[in-house]
């Protein structure tokens, strides 16, 4: 395999350009700020208890008690043994955060031109493109950094499929591999599940292609290649898939064992999220413009449209100050789309979206087709519910395995984000080939112009036509107000589809120029960098800019210990705390930081405990909150926050007098409406006999004698065969109890706490977490990499020795 500096130095000097553009727009890293991320605050306030752990015992542990209760840290960022391909992903993120997903950006697509025959100079201009688009820095912005994690991989997945597909065997089956692998390690499975629809797509237009050509055992070669590709990449995660798919079963993405809702009413009962929740955010018919005309749609639910405003005039006219009249206009709710909330436009760009129509007339064949399909595959489903489409979403989430598992639909508009700049950038392929002659171009350029600048003629003269401009968040808002807000929602709909108009002419004079001999095709790759550098970046700015900075301490250290934290983690007990001052609602996972909480903030909780939660806790059911063993309740009055001593609490364990065996999770939740948690337990598993009272006296004792997350030892006295129940959750895949160092096994009681029989006499309970999964994905991951290992080596032999033979 023969390498040359001159073969590689353009491509070094493109991965130097794009660390370079990666600092420059993240530049406040240079000082060692970092950016602040709302969703990465939560994250450090649910992980921190196993980040001290592990920092402390030198280990990991795969469970946490300082969040709703206690739950698995599978979702968590827990560490696993033998996971190399982590690694590969933590040496490829050398840059600091959020410069390092930038830079994955652009690299990933870099790779993916370039596996597509383009050459360098367009293959760098289509990665600024994709990198820029306004929705992948907006994510990073908030803190999803999984998601942009995740996206930022999928084009290398692509380029290693392509590669195949285009008879690059080796390299091809050895980047799927490692790509597929790293899109997997990001840990965003819905991202991940998105693109196997893109990927399904692209396999459908191979396929026909072939039958075309008649090449159809080639395709099914290079089909079964990726398989066992995919098969290396799901094996270098196994640990995390297997735990993930183990968790998943006993999250609020598995099957709710309640058929009731909170007022009684029978509850539809689905595999997977309700679909009122799944489609929450479904995008708006007219939004699809935003893609085109950043503020097509008023930008992000608060806008700072400053003082030349109508609503800052207006505010000023209402009474409110010039400083009070300005503040309220840097957040003023210009957003007047149908989602419940919109940071910013999902901006794909104007250059970049008429290139993308310019490549409609002048690419040809199965690439075009790909794209075009993933373009509208995926805009369609982001509809959600919105009519005349809903329909579509409701299919899939009825009839296609894992659909219903997801979110938020808009999230799969990440397909168009990616088609749209690869058939922009192929556009420009074919205007530099001879394919076509010239007139043809220009005719395309023509029809190119109609569309797209076309398009933002008719909004300029027929908005008011079709649009009102008004949102159903208006309501309670000042009629001389509204009108002032409407004012500013057409200023800036206006505004910017005028930029729009003018980019796209720029863009069509360039090629105009080109075509008539006036610019060499390096120039015209230079100003197109230009505009779509400023095109992308001034509405970036907008919203994720050096303001978004702050220093390191305050995103390693969010959270300060208040003077409840403080008189409460004076008991170094094992209890749970429940936050209800204003702070805490603000910040749900901030007391997990500090405490074992009974809440934080998550999108899988487990199940039973998020049922627990809606029916009792949220409505501050005291038997309830004793048997968690809610030790301390931060409360607030009049601004003042303090801790509340519950004198009450159940404890760490306690014996009961009576076991009661229910038919149903329904009856079991209703019970505990007005059970006797220190006296009685309930539950639905199976105990024999069916029901069981027992005798407790006065000395019958049981006591936490060690604690930590994944590790409880009790010791207990007591004159009589006896039932406790332990104030920890129950989670049957992992926990195991042992008395006296023997394996027992215990159940689960009162919804969601475990429950086990204790013989009469002194003895030792210990509670270990020892997943199984853990210890079997570890295996599988070290096997699997092993393996790749020696067929990477095989591949390196073989390319060599064919390149040698050729020679």
Known sequence: MSFSLKRILPHLLVLLGFVVLSLAYFSPVLQGKKIFQSDIMHYIGMAQQQKDFAQTSGEETYWTNSAFGGMPT?????????????????????????????????????????SLKVDVKLSALGAVAFGFSTYLIIILGVGHNAKAHAIAYMPVVLAGIILTFRKKYILGFLLTAVALGLEIVANHFQMTYYLLFLVIILGVVYLIDAYRKQILPNYFKSVGLLAIAALLAVGFNATNLMATQEYAKEST?????????????????????????????????????NL????????GNTEDIGKDSETYKTYVTMGASPIEALELSKNAPMYWGDQPIVEAPAYVGAVILFLFVLGLFLVKGRLKWWLVAGTIFSLLLSYGKTEPFGFITNFFIDNVPLYDKFRAVTSIQVLLELCIPVLGIFALVRLFNDFEKDEQKLKALKYAVAITGGLCVFFLLFKSVFFDFKSFRDQGIPDVLLDALIEDRKSLFNTDTIRSLILVLLSAGTIYFFLKKKLSQNLVVVVFAILILFDLVSINRNYVNNDNFVSALKVDKPYQPNAADKEILKDKGHYRVLDMSTQGQRQP?????????????????????????????????????????????????????????????????????????????????????????????????????????????????????????????????????????????????????????????????????????IPAGQHTIEFKFEPKVIQTGSKIALASSAVFGVLLLLGIFFQFKKEKEVV
Do not use: C
Request: net charge negative.
């Open 74 to 114: 599978y979702q968590l960022g827990a560490q696993y043994p033998n996971n190399y391909i982590k690694k590969l992903d933590l040496a490829l993120r050398f840059l600091p955060r959020p410069a390092d997903y930038l830079f994955l950006y652009f690299i990933g697509f870099y790779i993916l031109l370039l």
């Open 253 to 289: 993405r598995g099957k709710s064992d309640l058929t009731i809702n909170l007022d009684g009413s029978e509850k539809e009962v689905t595999s997977g999220l309700d679909k009122d929740y799944i489609t929450e955010y479904s995008y708006g018919l007219a939004e699809t413009f």
């Open 589 to 757: 996972a901030r007391a997990a930081y500090f405490h074992n909480s009974l809440f934080g903030y998550h999108a899988a909780k487990l199940g039973r405990y998020n049922d627990l939660m809606e029916f009792h806790i949220y409505n501050n059911n005291m038997n309830v909150l004793n048997m968690l063993n809610t030790k301390y309740i931060i409360a607030e009055d009049q601004g003042q926050i303090f801790p509340y001593d519950n004198p009450d609490a159940n404890g760490n364990a306690w014996f009961v007098s009576e076991l009661d065996v229910l038919s149903s999770a329904n009856e079991e939740i209703k019970a505990l409406d007005s059970l006797d948690t220190k006296r009685k337990a309930v539950t639905t598993m199976t105990v024999n006999p069916t029901a069981k009272t027992f005798n407790v006296d006065s000395t019958a004792l049981i006591t936490l004698k060690e604690f930590k997350p994944n590790y409880l030892k009790y010791e207990s006295n007591n004159a009589n065969d006896g039932f406790a129940v332990f104030s920890e959750i129950y989670y049957k895949e992992g926990w195991n109890a042992y008395i006296d160092g023997e394996l027992k096994p215990h159940i689960r009681v009162n919804y969601v706490l475990r429950g086990m029989e």
């Open 292 to 299: 085109f005309i950043p503020r097509f749609m008023g930008g």
